[in-house]
């Protein structure tokens, strides 16, 4: 009997008893589908954060200041001490110290609240150079960016994020209008395209942007330091190269050694790497309950397939009898178990694909189905079907035709 | 005439914990090619032990069986398996039909396990319907057919291979008077044909349509005669 025989009559033994079958396909499909879900949301999530990452600029080195020690010996985080200055930024942009840096950055960063007649919108500040445009990849949708010569005057001018705009004019055009923050009256010059990042209402796409020494005079700050100065490297092979220079730059600079630093870098690959971490961990977890329930499934295969050998231990003699060697009845038992599986798995793919078109718009969260892990469901789904399926096999394989044909 | 069936010194030994129960206690009987041959007994004298050996279903404790030549007495499940196969058609009772598939369908089984390619194993099951005078009713499934006719599929079943031993278990024992006669008449034309029939009942009137008689009790052979209808006339 060769192994297409053998499918064929598998097949008409599931058909045969079509409510079982399609409840034990059913464990199947549930656990696969699940499957294909669960990891198609965790790349989702690890997509839309790469996205979020990329938004932020190519080639990008974020330096953040280091931590305070108070009197009291309490330390601050990253970010809580005032030691990256604007002079800092100045000296990062020295093509000689730092060779592989083609464009620096500097950012403060305050909350304000803007207003615009009737109307106010608490945003964040971000006072800068005019180099931040290109360092952070954003475009402007309307207007123009600041000047250089506007930025070292400190002009009264904003360029304002495409959220922040559409708060404070709605559907007017914001460029040419005033904005006034605590008395002092802005021009808007430009608005910001969104920032591209999958997920809108980011803080990427609300904010205000000024010269740095405008942004000084508006919070009255005078020490000019600075929270960020973003760096952007030549190109993504020189990044590791500006890291270092900058590192050693920075270091001599605070009279430090890059052991004890008192500023840190972040690359965007150190981000997505955070970023993964959280989500493989949520995937792992997700993904360890969805194969239980495959596994549940894979057990309802063993257990149909035990009644259906106990149910057809006549059919089985009779077989045996008419000369079916015991390797053709445990060969046929394992493939109608491996039929069982696949077709859980086939439908198992199908409702999870159909799943990841759908549930994107029920929960505003993507959901990339990689066909790596479809054709591993697929191959877990028949190996499950095989597995579970060889116990039952060879119970059927070891019956004596005597006592199979005299069993009533 | 050669040998189809030769039995030397069988005996077969159940156990059962420590119980020990001897079903046959040495047979010897040679059955040739072509005769038609009924064994009968009361239940427990060991007919049913002895279907199971000549079946190959079971092997004997100790002694020898040879089947068309071919000594059987020490071989596996597989080769078993095949021997069933090729030498020996089974009739039973119960008819053992598989109830979800066609006459055709339950005729062509032992040709699969033979290894026939598809389209003979159709033309071959249906001209052993067509033998059986069910040539008609290819496309029925068992319940859709009388309990006699149910009997002539699986006789169909017996005979599609070609096999040198038919060997019928109670044929006749589920089924009433008119079919009983429709399947004795079915075995009289096949051994008129030449074929080498075995088989096991406890009605006389059955084994009578025999050419021999072999009577079984407590597990031995007590009386190994002619048929009175084929006997000459003095014989007893």
Redesign the interface.
């Known amino acids: 009997m060769n192994w297409w025989e053998t499918v064929r009559s598998g097949l008409a033994a599931i058909r045969s008893h079509r409510l079982r079958s399609s409840l034990t396909v059913l464990g199947i499909v549930i656990g696969i589908s699940s499957v294909i879900l669960t990891v198609g949301l965790g790349q989702g999530a690890q997509k839309e954060v790469e996205d979020q990452i990329d938004a932020l600029g190519s080639n990008l080195l974020i330096v953040s200041p280091g931590s305070t020690t108070d009197s009291s010996g309490m330390r601050g985080g990253f970010g809580s001490a005032s030691t990256l200055t604007v002079a800092d930024a100045s000296a990062l942009a020295d093509r000689t110290a730092v060779p592989d840096v083609v464009r620096v950055a500097p950012a403060t960063t305050s909350s304000v609240s803007l207003v615009n007649g009737e109307t106010n919108w608490t945003t964040s500040l971000v006072g800068t150079t005019t180099d931040w445009l290109d360092v952070r990849s954003r475009e402007l949708s309307a207007g123009r960016f600041f000047t250089a010569a506007e930025a070292a005057s400190g002009a009264s001018v904003v360029v304002i994020g495409p959220d922040t705009a559409s708060e404070l004019f709605g559907r007017q055009s914001p460029v040419g209008q005033q904005l006034s923050v605590d008395g002092t009256r802005l021009t808007v010059v430009g608005v910001l395209s969104s920032s591209g990042a999958s997920s809108s209402g980011t803080s990427e796409d609300d904010l205000g942007v000024v010269p740095v020494g405008t942004a000084d005079a508006l919070t009255g700050t005078t020490t000019s330091t600075v929270s960020t100065i973003y760096v952007e490297a030549a190109s993504e092979d020189l990044l590791a190269a500006a890291h270092q220079e900058v590192q050693a730059l920075l270091a001599s600079r605070h009279g430090v050694t890059t052991a004890d630093a008192d500023f840190s870098i972040a690359t965007q690959d150190s981000l997505v790497e955070t970023a993964n971490e959280t989500n493989r961990t949520f995937t792992v977890l997700l993904g360890g309950v969805a194969a239980i329930s495959l596994l549940v499934g894979g057990i309802g295969v063993m257990n149909i397939m035990l009644v259906s050998v106990t149910e057809r231990i006549r059919e089985i003699g009779l077989r045996k009898a008419l000369g079916a060697a015991p390797t053709v009845i445990r060969r046929q038992f394992l493939v109608e178990a491996s039929l069982l599986g696949l077709t859980g798995g086939l439908v198992g793919v199908l409702v999870g694909v159909i799943g990841a078109q759908v549930l994107p718009h029920l929960i505003d969260q993507a959901v990339a189905v990689s066909a790596l892990a479809t054709l591993a469901a697929l191959a877990t789904s028949l190996a499950l079907g095989v597995g579970f399926g060889v116990y039952p096999a060879s119970r059927a394989a070891r019956l004596t035709p005597i006592d199979a044909l005299r069993s009533e | 005439m050669s040998a189809i069936i030769e039995l030397e010194g069988v005996r077969k030994t159940y156990r059962t914990g420590s119980m020990e129960f001897e079903a046959l206690r040495g047979v010897d009987i040679r059955i040739d090619e072509g005769e038609y041959v009924a064994v009968i007994g009361p239940s427990g004298s060991g007919k049913s032990t002895l279907m199971?050996l000549l079946?190959c279903?079971?092997l004997p404790s100790e002694g020898r069986y040879v089947l068309a030549g071919e000594d059987t007495s020490r071989l596996d499940?597989?080769a078993l398996?095949?021997i069933?196969?090729?030498r020996i058609g089974?009739v039973?009772q119960q008819f053992?039909l598989?109830p979800?598939m066609t006459a055709w369908r339950n005729v062509e089984?032992?040709l699969?396990?033979?290894?026939v390619p598809r389209a003979e194993r159709k033309e071959r099951a249906v001209s052993a319907l067509t033998r059986v005078g069910l040539g008609d009713r290819i496309d029925h499934r068992p319940g859709e057919l009388s309990g006699g006719q149910q009997q002539r599929v699986a006789v169909a079943?017996a005979l599609v291979t070609e096999p040198a031993l038919l060997l019928a278990d109670e044929p006749t024992g589920n089924l009433d008077s008119r079919s009983t006669r429709d399947v004795l008449g079915l075995f009289d034309e096949l051994h008129t044909s030449g074929r080498t029939i075995v088989l096991i009942t406890h009605e006389p009137e059955v084994a009578a349509r025999a050419q021999r008689n072999l009577v079984f009790d407590d597990g031995r052979i007590t009386v190994d005669r002619p048929t009175a209808a084929v006997a000459p006339a003095g014989a007893s």
Do not use: K, Q
């Not at chain 2, 699969?112 to 290894?115: D, S, V």
């Open positions: 199971n079946g279903l079971d499940e597989a398996a095949a069933r196969n090729r089974f039973f053992h598989l979800s089984l032992p699969i396990y033979a290894g079943r």
